[in-house]
């Protein structure tokens, strides 16, 4: 069975022997010592893992924002090693959203300015991504407040407009960097709800680095990372025998 | 399931960049106040000092041209009456411009032919190079070059055997003076030299002989009260002097005004005259000055009142009328105000745009200290963005697009400081010149060169601010953008 899915499905994102190594203040810290993964299009794939133990690293370097020390990435089977600054700059821009833990919207802007800074920059019209922003926006419920600025909303609402955010372009690839950790039980549960609901109704290829538990029942497979190395790789149909067996 | 087709990312127009960055500026207006603030206090003083010094030299060459038509009169008194001094006569000529009144003058009294007139003009426009050279040495130098030598007394000295030798050893020895020419050409000068000494002696002698037709003259005794009734203009034009009739009509206004004054004064020199303002201004006899009474006539009805009780007592300047009491004394003041301008302003003249050395220093200084305070502001302004800069990586901006906001925001707030600057450095310098030369600084506002100040100076705040901008901006732009957001 899995096999069979492998087989029709494309690799979209491929890591050969990815290391990233930081020298602070002399002390050498080797985040990553080696990853060799494959993820395919279409997938909800969790990286769990201990804080420190190099996921964020991980993230940046398939996300293209970091370049890695050593390895090589490929991104739908194009190195990123290779890619011109503004070939860089449009992968980020159309193929790749990206959420981060804090958020990370411009302060300056109303929720559908931060929404639709993407298609700003990849030059589409104003009244074409005004009217995107507004149908984003609605996706994750936040139509209402689409002049708001950041800081007269909720985290939730500040994360739904990031997910928003990064569905500016239709990328295919989404890339959550813990994008439930600041937030509550009910808001990281309608979080999660969204992302769901984006991978399987628009089919987008969703990697998300988490502690969240809940993750689990809704990822296709998940991913251990611990010192900088993948400790295992599972389906989720597998972890729940897991747990089912320890219970 | 959609392929990844990588492209080039389009750059954005540039009404869309302008866009963002008033948006960003908006946003944070109280932090773009401040920077705003540092970059039109530096501005300020840079302009003020410009300002400053573009009043002060304006109404310097003013000071100096009201002098000079002030003092037409003590000009020619002194023209008619003494030939003058080589070395003055030296000056005069090399001054002329050829076929110009002085120049035509010179040829008319002295009787040279035109040739000789050229030869003289020619080898008094080079001495004049040389003694401006000898007259800008210090005294420790120059009495090594010449020894006690002054004027044309040089030129004598140098034609000298050892005196010759001693100059050129000691122009060896000092390395820091650069002579004007080389030594051929004052060789050659030297030599020439007799030739010009004897046309400007005859030049002297003519002028003298012409003087003294003009004293031997009816009514040529006292020159001043003879050109105040304008008696002998006909006189001195025949003897050979340019005399043009406008001039003497300028000469003998002069005149009467020295000669009323002189009356006036005359009474207050009397205890009679001493005592009448002394009573009125209630002070002692002994301390009323000309200066107390010419303060005193200003105001019209003590004038009046001035004139009523000379009548009274028979005192020198009871035939002047009130108005013109009143009208000499503002002749004083405007004296008075002209010798204070002309004091203040003598420093003025040497180094770039008038300023004096001391004040170029100051100035590049200043522009040094307004470079490091924008730098500052500019600075802090970029690195507390890292985080924003980052994300808009994130998104897709490219680098072009973040270096143009930040130097495209810099550049703006340059420009709005630089304007408020400017215009509180103009005001600030207009009312220091106002409270140190009065009217005659409003009346010499030199319009054209202050614009142009004033938009150096806001070319200075902008070129500043975002010369400032650009390190941070590409240094921002280049990095990664993790580690962007790492870094703060």
Redesign the interface.
């Known amino acids: 069975m899995a096999e069979e899915k492998q087989n029709e499905l494309r690799v979209i994102i491929r890591t050969i022997d990815l290391k990233k190594h930081y020298v602070k203040k002399g002390v050498l810290t080797e985040a990553l010592r080696g990853v060799d993964v494959e993820i395919f299009t279409g997938e909800f794939i969790s990286v769990m893992g201990p804080s420190g133990s190099g996921k964020s690293t991980f993230f940046n370097m398939i996300g293209a924002l970091d370049s890695p020390t050593t390895g090589r990435v490929f991104i739908d089977e194009v190195d990123v090693a290779q890619m011109t600054a503004e070939e860089l700059a449009f992968l980020r821009c159309q193929k790749i959203g990206y959420i981060f833990q804090t958020y990370n919207l411009i302060q300056y802007m109303t929720a559908l300015e931060n929404v639709t800074t993407p298609m700003v920059f990849g030059g589409l019209m104003p009244d074409e991504s005004r009217e995107r922003g507004m149908d984003l926006l609605d996706l994750v419920g936040l139509k209402d407040r689409w002049h708001h600025r950041p800081i007269e909303m909720s985290g939730g609402q500040q994360q739904r407009v990031a997910i928003a955010r990064s569905l500016a372009n239709e990328p295919g690839v989404l890339l959550c960097d813990e994008p439930t950790a600041n937030l509550d039980l009910a808001t990281g549960q309608e979080i999660l709800d969204i992302l769901r609901r984006l991978n399987e109704q628009k089919g987008v290829t969703i990697i998300c680095a988490t502690h969240d538990h809940r993750m689990m029942d809704i990822c296709d497979r998940l991913m251990w990372i611990r010192d900088g190395r993948i400790e295992r790789i599972a389906e989720r149909e597998e972890v729940h025998v897991e747990v089912g067996s320890i219970e | 399931?959609?392929?990844?087709e990588?492209?080039?990312?389009?750059r954005?127009g540039f009404v869309?960049v302008v866009g963002?960055t008033v948006?960003?500026i908006?946003?944070?207006l109280f932090r773009a106040a401040v920077t705003v603030a540092v970059i039109a206090v530096a501005v300020a003083f840079l302009m003020n000092i410009l300002s400053e010094s573009l009043i002060k030299r304006e109404v310097a060459a003013r000071t100096r041209g009201d002098i000079e038509a002030r003092r037409l009169v003590q000009v020619w008194v002194a023209r008619l009456s003494e030939p003058g001094s080589l070395e003055e006569l030296l000056r005069e000529i090399a001054a002329a411009v050829p076929g110009g009144d002085a120049y035509r003058e010179a040829a008319a009294l002295s009787g040279l032919s035109g040739e000789e007139m050229e030869a003289m003009a020619r080898g008094c426009r080079t001495a004049a190079v040389y003694l401006d050279f000898f007259n800008s040495l210090d005294y420790a130098r120059r009495r090594s070059l010449v020894y006690t030598a002054a004027g044309t007394g040089i030129f004598e000295r140098l034609r000298s055997g050892p005196g010759r030798q001693a100059f050129l050893q000691a122009l060896n020895e000092l390395k820091s003076i650069r002579f004007v020419t080389s030594i051929e050409d004052l060789t050659a000068f030297l030599e020439r030299w007799p030739d010009t000494r004897r046309r400007v002696k005859q030049l002297r002698e003519g002028r003298r002989q012409a003087i003294e037709k003009v004293a031997a003259a009816p009514g040529g005794r006292d020159l001043l009260t003879a050109l105040a009734e304008g008696s002998i203009g006909e006189t001195v034009r025949s003897a050979g002097f340019r005399f043009d009739p406008g001039i003497e009509t300028e000469v003998a206004r002069q005149a009467r005004l020295i000669l009323d004054g002189r009356t006036v004064e005359k009474a207050v020199s009397m205890p009679e005259g001493r005592q009448l303002v002394a009573r009125r201004r209630d002070m002692l006899p002994a301390d009323v000055t000309a200066a107390v009474v010419w303060d005193f006539l200003s105001d019209a009805g003590n004038a009046r009142w001035y004139r009523d009780r000379l009548v009274e007592l028979d005192l020198p300047g009871a035939e002047l009328s009130a108005d013109h009491l009143t009208e000499l004394a503002e002749q004083w003041r405007q004296g008075e105000s002209l010798v204070r301008a002309e004091h203040l302003t003598m420093d003025m003249g040497t180094g770039w745009l008038g300023l004096g050395r001391r004040m170029s220093w100051l100035l590049m200084v200043s522009m040094l200290v307004c470079g490091i305070g924008i730098s500052n502001a500019m600075l802090m302004t970029v690195t507390e963005r890292f985080?924003?800069i980052?994300?808009?990586?994130?998104?897709?901006?490219?680098?072009g697009?973040i270096m143009v906001v930040f130097v495209l925001e810099s550049c703006f707030l340059g420009f709005v400081g630089g304007i408020f600057g400017s215009i509180l450095g103009n005001l600030i310098g207009l009312g220091r010149m106002c409270a140190a030369f009065g009217a005659r600084a409003l009346l010499s506002i030199p319009f054209a060169d202050l614009s142009v100040g004033t938009m150096s100076a806001v070319g200075v705040g902008i070129a500043l601010a975002a010369i400032a901008a650009v390190y941070p901006a590409l240094k921002a732009a280049r990095l990664?953008?993790?580690?962007a957001m790492r870094i703060e």
């Open positions: 399931m959609k392929r990844i990588i492209a080039d990312q389009p954005l869309r963002v948006d960003g908006r946003y944070r985080r924003e980052a994300t808009m990586k994130c998104l897709g901006a490219l680098d697009f990664a953008p993790m580690e």
